[in-house]
Structure formats: structure tokens, C-alpha cells
């Protein structure tokens, strides 16, 4: 009795065995066959880049104001009955000063003998002012009645609008005059050898208003 019990469970011990190889070896594909098997999310990203413009850049940038504040905004309400809507804003902002080397003319560059260069400058500008959102929040807002976003955007513009203010009134022009002359007269020196002499091109004033 024993040996024809033993030669009947040796088959499907080995059929048990060959189950459990297979199911190591393939039984993660099989899973992944399950309709009802968790797996993970696919994302699926389709774009057309398409290059529109190429623009040469002569801009030397030479100094960069960065601004902190606290901006009050408020709307005045439509109808007289409601309250004013209300946003307050912490904002961080940048604005760049800088000089447009392509308006540098040839008659802007004068070589004096042999140890004289004169160079005239173009007016200072500024480049760029901006918030810095990853540098800004909203603190609260009140009486936006469901046009709370609307609201935020004019006061974010309002803020853009402060921080080019701000930055003349800092002097920002001035001080981008002045880097200019400490990066460009060295340079020059050593490029041609002579004395650099640094000016600022004159600007005519504008007509005046008659009151």
C-alpha cells in the first residue's frame, strides 16, 4: 500500500513544484494581465515646439534692486450698498538695470594720440521689473464676492507697477551708470592699452508744457 501511495504523490508533488517555479518566474507578468490589479499611473505628454523668433541680445545687465513689500489694494464696490473688496498681498519683486551695447555708435568711440580712448555711453535703462511670485503670497482677501482672483491679479499688477517706481526712485539708473564705468574702463584699459575715458551720451530735454 505504502509504495503505490508514494508513486501516486510523487506526480503531483512534482506538478506542485513546476506550479510553483513557473508562477515565480511569470507571476508578475500575469499580474499585471488583471483588469482588477492596482498599478501605477501613466502620464502621457504630447507637444509641438515650434521656434517663432530669434532675437539678438546686447544688454548688459549691471545691477538688480530687489524689493520687499506689503500691498493694501482695495476695489471700491459697484453698487454703493456693498463693501469694498479688499486684498492684502506680501510681495517680493526684482527690477534689473542695464545698458543696450547695440546703441553704442562708431562716432561713440574716440581714440585721442596714442594713449586716449574716449568712450560715450548710452543712457542707462531699465530691463526688467517684475513680482517674483515664488517670493510672494496672498495675506488675505475680503468682499471679493466669488471674484477673489480677479481681484488678486490687479493687486499683483498694481505691486509690478510699484516695484519699477520704487526702483528709479531708488536711484537704480544711476548706480547702473556707475557699474558700468567699473566693469567697462578696466576692460577697455587692458584691451587697447591706453587711457579709457567714459562719458554719457547727452539727451535733449523734451518740450516743456505750457501751463
Not at 2 to 18: D, E, G, M, S, W
Not at 129 to 135: L, M, P, Y
Not at 166 to 180: D, F, H, K, V
Request: charged share 25%; glycine share 6%.
Amino acid at each position: 500500500m505504502l509504495p503505490r501511495l508514494i508513486r501516486r504523490l510523487v506526480p503531483l508533488l512534482i506538478l506542485l513544484a513546476l506550479g510553483v517555479f513557473l508562477w515565480r518566474k511569470i507571476g508578475s507578468s500575469l499580474a499585471g494581465l488583471n483588469p482588477l490589479a492596482p498599478r501605477e499611473p501613466q502620464v502621457t505628454v504630447t507637444h509641438n515646439t515650434v521656434l517663432t523668433q530669434v532675437e539678438a541680445l546686447g544688454k548688459l545687465e549691471l545691477v538688480r534692486y530687489r524689493f520687499k513689500d506689503v500691498v493694501e489694494y482695495k476695489r471700491s464696490a459697484k453698487y454703493p450698498f456693498l463693501p469694498d473688496a479688499k486684498a492684502a498681498l506680501i510681495v517680493g519683486g526684482e527690477a534689473v538695470g542695464c545698458l543696450d551695447l547695440r546703441k553704442i555708435r562708431p562716432q561713440d568711440v574716440v581714440f585721442e594720440g596714442d594713449s586716449v580712448v574716449r568712450l560715450t555711453l548710452p543712457e542707462p535703462e531699465l530691463c526688467t521689473f517684475q513680482v517674483n511670485h515664488n517670493e510672494s503670497r496672498v495675506f488675505s482677501t475680503e468682499n471679493g464676492f466669488f471674484q477673489d482672483a480677479s481681484l488678486v491679479d490687479d493687486a499683483y499688477r498694481y505691486a509690478e507697477a510699484q516695484v519699477r517706481k520704487s526702483a528709479l526712485q531708488s536711484g537704480i539708473l544711476a548706480e547702473t551708470q556707475r557699474n558700468a564705468q567699473q566693469i567697462l574702463v578696466p576692460m577697455l584699459r587692458t584691451l587697447t592699452g591706453r587711457r579709457v575715458i567714459v562719458g554719457q551720451r547727452l539727451v535733449a530735454p523734451g518740450p516743456t508744457r505750457k501751463m
